[in-house]
């Protein structure tokens, strides 16, 4: 995958036919998690989903209130981002499926569409270490040591999705 | 409508409060997880909080190497919107009231 800045605004992303298919299935199985019902969800996914406002004790009982109507309108805010990132990625597919060419697949998206295609990305590598409960030691191992095949393929996918992002990012990291 | 000279005080108690509260703000903390790269927290810190290269490797590093950093410090409003977008790219934020 190669990407590149058009103008300020705007990015050219092309995947050879491999890449494409790849993130395309990746973008499928995500949709289908965008649009689990959240009452069909086990606990944990659901706690995952809805998120914590805070990990701290409040202090009085006006703090409390205030950080339960916070939690409310975070738990609102995620149901809410899932249901758009269904949408986007029922486009990207969509996209797909009506491009002429595929071997280069061929992308021009706005700043803020490609901000959303990282970010759905990096949902995907989520959603794979939550299900499988990835630790920092296992993000440091060779994943190919990884004897449990299920659990090597979701850090090897971890792997190549972060490569993705980081392709996508490169032109904005400036390490020094 | 009141007549000259007889405008109810200021409730002195209600300013001081509201000060307190301005003064005191909601912290935003990003927490440490095994999972999202350090450019990318980095991207995502300049992204949502504009915050320059520099200052946005400095957090990345302390959530790294200290397991959170403290991203921001703003009114309740402000501060549950940027802990909306910062776990819209995956990042585990929280808020508390700053002490």
């Known amino acids: 995958m190669t990407t590149e800045q058009i103008d300020p605004e705007n990015w050219r992303l092309t995947f050879p036919e491999h890449e494409a298919a790849f993130i395309i299935n990746v973008l499928a199985r995500l949709g289908r998690q965008y649009q689990e019902d959240p009452k069909e969800m086990s606990p944990g996914l659901r706690a995952f989903w809805d998120g914590n406002i805070t990990k701290g004790t409040a202090a009085n009982p006006k703090e409390l209130g205030e950080l339960a109507d916070a939690q409310q309108l975070l738990v609102e805010a995620r149901t809410e981002l899932r249901s758009q990132r269904l949408n986007l990625v029922e486009n990207w597919i969509q996209e797909y499926e009506l491009a002429e060419t595929r071997d280069p697949w061929q992308v021009e998206v706005s700043s803020a569409e490609r901000d959303e295609l990282i970010a759905m990305l990096n949902d995907r590598r989520l959603l794979l270490a939550f299900h499988i409960g990835v630790t920092e030691s296992d993000m440091e191992k060779d994943p190919s040591h990884i004897p449990d095949e299920a659990r090597r393929h979701a850090i090897l996918e971890i792997d190549v999705l972060g490569h993705f992002i980081l392709v996508m990012l490169g032109p904005q990291i400036h390490r020094p | ?99």
């Open chain 2, 1 to 99: 409508m009141a007549k000259p000279g007889t405008e109810a005080a200021p409730d002195i108690d209600v300013e001081n409060k509201l000060k307190e509260a301005f003064a005191r703000g909601w912290q935003v903390i990003v927490w440490n997880d095994p999972i999202n790269l350090m450019d990318y927290v980095v991207y995502v810190f300049k992204t949502v909080l504009k915050m320059d290269e520099a200052e946005a490797s400095k957090h990345m590093w302390e959530v790294h190497q200290k397991g959170k950093s403290s991203v921001a410090l703003e009114t309740r409003e402000k501060s549950e919107m940027l802990v909306h977008r910062l776990r819209g790219f995956g990042l585990n934020a929280t808020m508390e009231q700053a002490r």
